[in-house]
């Protein structure tokens, strides 16, 4: 595959996957442009493996950098109130997701967003298996209870 065809590709997927990882349009935009960037000039090292694993890889490492340095230098890393144009339904979703740890969203993103099973999200989290089915495991309680709290909120 020509790295023309690969970007075309994954361009939208792995923008998706950074927006869901930072929950900010624009950084999401900054970190997908920059892991394709990284990929192009890898271009001729990975091409004959699996492209877009390395790319999720690279983009959630720059992901998580970001989140790094923002709490180090003491900066609000909270979701920005409706911070994209949703419907409700999503937006409730996209703000629960926010008060998750940033491993436990990525977990969630990876495997219900992009539909990859255990082995490819730990994979691409750089984690065992076991560490994804934890991630998983207390991400899902922890979004079932924000839901049913906004849930009991609007029908008050």
Request: hydrophobic share 45%.
């Amino acid at each position: 595959m020509e790295y023309g065809d690969f970007y075309r590709s994954q361009h939208d997927v792995l923008l998706r996957l950074c927006f869901l990882a930072t929950l900010d349009r624009s950084e999401a935009a900054d970190v997908a442009q920059e892991a394709l960037t990284r990929a192009w000039e890898r271009w001729d090292q990975i091409a004959d493996t699996d492209p877009a694993a390395w790319v999720r890889t690279v983009a959630l490492n720059l992901s998580r950098s970001r989140w790094r340095r923002l709490r180090r230098h003491g900066a609000d890393v909270a979701v920005p109130e409706r911070s994209v144009p949703f419907a409700a339904a999503d937006q409730d979703l996209i703000d629960a997701l926010g008060r998750l740890s940033p491993r436990q969203r990525e977990a969630v993103v990876l495997f219900y967003w992009l539909d990859l099973d255990v082995a490819g999200c730990a994979e691409a989290m750089g984690v065992s298996a076991g560490g994804i089915k934890q991630h998983l495991s207390r991400a899902r309680g922890a979004l079932a209870a924000l839901l049913a709290a906004r849930d009991e909120e609007v029908s008050r």
